[in-house]
């Protein structure tokens, strides 16, 4: 089935300091990248949408110069977080769309990862 | 107000036990996902739903649309199924989804 390959799993860093996460789609093309933040018993919140080769959607209230998102090409999407501070620690998941939506469920899941920031 | 409601919170169940989790929505939807989050946070796409019953060896999902509700079965449950499971409705116009807060369920030996 599809695979997302997300990485770091868990990543600490210093306040002030950025942090590069990485979604691959291993073995499909994620025509559309979802990338979302997830507080401790809180729900998914989507951050913004990015389709390959265009700018990001960012949803209301998510700094686009702070989450820079990049979906260079159809296999890769990534989110730096940039500045990080003790706030933005966090759980952070991306989600890509398949170009052939009838191939697997739709959308796949990376494994999520775990930002602490002190 | 939750455009997506999922109810319980949370459950624990003996293993072995039949369980239920329901979710209803209030906006219209193309297709309902279920999802289910494992303790390291790593989520996996269950089911996705856009009308009728799916069943996956001892998982079983409804939905009905006139009613805007779906309801996730765990047949025989197992410990190994203790997860968050959460639904999530994806707009018609696609790209947006609603999810739920997620339903904890312990299955304890």
């Known amino acids: 089935g599809a695979v997302v390959s997300q990485h770091p799993s868990r990543v600490i860093c210093k306040s002030g300091t950025s942090v590069k996460i990485e979604c691959r789609s291993l073995?499909?093309?994620?025509?559309?990248m979802f990338w979302y933040r997830q507080f401790p018993k809180q729900s998914l919140m989507l951050m913004a949408t990015?389709?390959?080769?265009?700018?990001?959607?960012?949803e209301q209230g998510v700094e686009k110069d702070k989450f820079l998102i990049n979906h260079a090409s159809l296999t890769l999407s990534t989110l730096t977080v940039t500045s990080a501070h003790p706030e933005d620690s966090s759980f952070y998941i991306c989600?890509?769309?398949?170009?052939?939506?009838?191939?697997?469920?739709?959308?796949?899941f990376g494994s999520g990862t775990r930002l602490t920031v002190v | 107000k939750n455009e997506v409601e999922q109810s319980p919170q949370n459950l624990t169940a003996q293993e072995g036990e039949f369980i239920t989790i329901n979710c209803s929505y209030s906006?219209?939807?193309?297709?309902l996902h279920w999802l289910q989050q494992h303790p390291g946070g790593g989520i996996v796409s269950l089911f996705m739903?856009?009308?009728g019953k799916k069943k996956h060896g001892r998982l079983i999902a409804t939905i009905n649309i006139q009613e805007k509700h779906s309801s996730l079965h765990i047949t025989a449950s197992h410990p190994r199924d203790s997860a968050v499971y959460i639904c999530?409705?994806?707009?018609?116009?696609?790209?947006?989804?609603?999810f739920g807060t997620g339903t904890s369920l312990t299955v304890i030996p």
């Open positions: 989600s890509a769309r398949a170009r052939d939506r009838e191939k697997n469920y739709g959308y796949t």
């Open positions: 073995d499909f093309q994620a025509t559309t």
């Open positions: 990015s389709n390959e080769g265009s700018k990001a959607t960012y």
């Open positions: 906006v219209g939807i193309s297709a």
């Open positions: 739903l856009s009308s």
């Open positions: 999530a409705v994806e707009l018609p116009l696609g790209n947006q989804f609603y």
